[in-house]
């Protein structure tokens, strides 16, 4: 697991929405993780976290579309 992969996805969810629709209907970390899995990817959803949180560092805008809308919709409880 690591930052890297993390981050791989990260950027790979931001430019294809395709890749964002494989999680429609994920339910709950678990599920997300093992989608990510799935796809080649390894992380923990602290990684993950991290990295988001890193990546978003000094934005003051958030758009109503794109990768972080969509991470901020899924159910991480």
Do not use: C
Request: no cysteine.
């Amino acid at each position: 697991m690591s930052i890297e992969s993390a981050s791989r996805f990260l950027e790979a969810a931001a430019s294809d929405e395709g890749l964002r629709r494989k999680f429609e209907g994920v339910e709950g970390p678990d599920d997300f993780l093992k989608m990510t899995e799935q796809l080649g990817y390894s992380f923990t959803t602290d990684e993950l976290m991290a990295i988001a949180h890193e990546q978003s560092q000094g934005v003051e805008v958030r758009r109503s579309t794109g990768v972080w809308k969509w991470l901020r919709g899924i159910n991480w409880v």
